[in-house]
């Protein structure tokens, strides 16, 4: 199976349970066992290059790594690091409870690297920005080995600032979709919360629609005029990238893999994968471990 890191396993020693800092190439020599191999998280991570190159796979999306790359990682989500030259940088991540706890008002679903599935994991800053960021990054890591009063304050504080800071530069970005209907964003991430859910298990549109109260139409109204993809998009998309993590990061048997992911017919689910990716199941297993061995 896919490890599944938790927060408790990076600095135990020195600060909370709820949030993590360090230079890259520390936390990287620190847990070099852990890092290179594909693994997921069950917490928010950010990071941010200065130096090296490479290549950053997130979900069987290969990003470049450059300097001045901003990467964001939900919970669940599979990546791993191949570098072509040594890194540096900052990397930080939190709880959701450590974020939200002290904002009444704020969710990280508000920032749109982290409100949709869809939406790019990774910003490219631009050279008249690096400084500032580089120096946000830089506060966060020092105050983070600080013994201060209301440190946890001060860092829920410092990372709702420089989120703030990156959305106004992600959204920037011509081609980085931003929602501007609040009532149509509420239903997506309900949406996308409900699929998290219910994949292995619920297929149909319908079952969504009616969680959310909603007619299919109207659902589907809203991912399209959104994220540009229907409703049974979405809906395969999330079960065909979990058959992928599954495929490559465990031994299970093909016929193992269908069942637990809610198809009884292997073959009807080979056709559905086939059809989503133009191969088998068995043939991306291959092809995946030769290209990495």
Request: hydrophobic residues 35%; aromatic residues 16%.
């Amino acid at each position: 199976m896919i490890p599944i890191l938790n927060i408790e396993q990076f600095d135990r020693v020195i600060h909370s349970n709820d949030v993590y800092s360090n230079e890259l190439s520390d936390h990287l020599t620190k847990n070099k066992e852990i890092v290179h191999s594909a693994h997921r998280h069950d917490f928010f991570l950010c990071v941010f290059f200065t130096k090296g190159t490479g290549i950053h796979e997130i979900d069987f999306n290969n990003f470049d790594i450059q300097p001045g790359c901003v990467f964001f990682l939900k919970p669940g989500q599979t990546h791993l690091w191949r570098f072509d030259s040594d890194p540096e940088g900052f990397i930080f991540f939190h709880t959701r409870d450590f974020f939200e706890f002290g904002f009444s008002n704020a969710k990280l679903t508000q920032f749109p690297f982290y409100y949709s599935d869809e939406n790019p994991p990774n910003l490219q800053l631009k050279c008249d920005d690096f400084k500032s960021i580089k120096g946000l990054f830089k506060e966060i890591n020092d105050e983070y080995y600080k013994d201060a009063m209301y440190k946890e304050q001060k860092l829920s504080s410092l990372i709702n600032l420089i989120y703030i800071d990156l959305t106004r530069l992600y959204t920037s970005f011509e081609s980085y979709r931003v929602i501007g209907s609040t009532v149509y964003l509420s239903y997506l991430r309900k949406f996308e919360e409900l699929i998290q859910k219910y994949y292995r298990k619920k297929k149909s549109v319908a079952f969504y629609a009616k969680e959310l109260n909603i007619s299919s139409k109207h659902l589907n109204r809203i991912t399209t005029n959104t994220i540009g993809k229907t409703l049974s998009e979405i809906i395969n998309g999330r079960t065909i990238l979990e058959a992928k993590r599954l495929l490559v990061h465990s031994e299970d048997s093909l016929a193992e893999i269908s069942d637990s992911l809610g198809y009884e017919d292997y073959a009807y689910f080979s056709k559905v994968f086939k059809m989503r990716t133009k191969t088998t199941p068995s043939n991306f297993r291959d092809n995946y471990k030769k290209q990495n061995p």
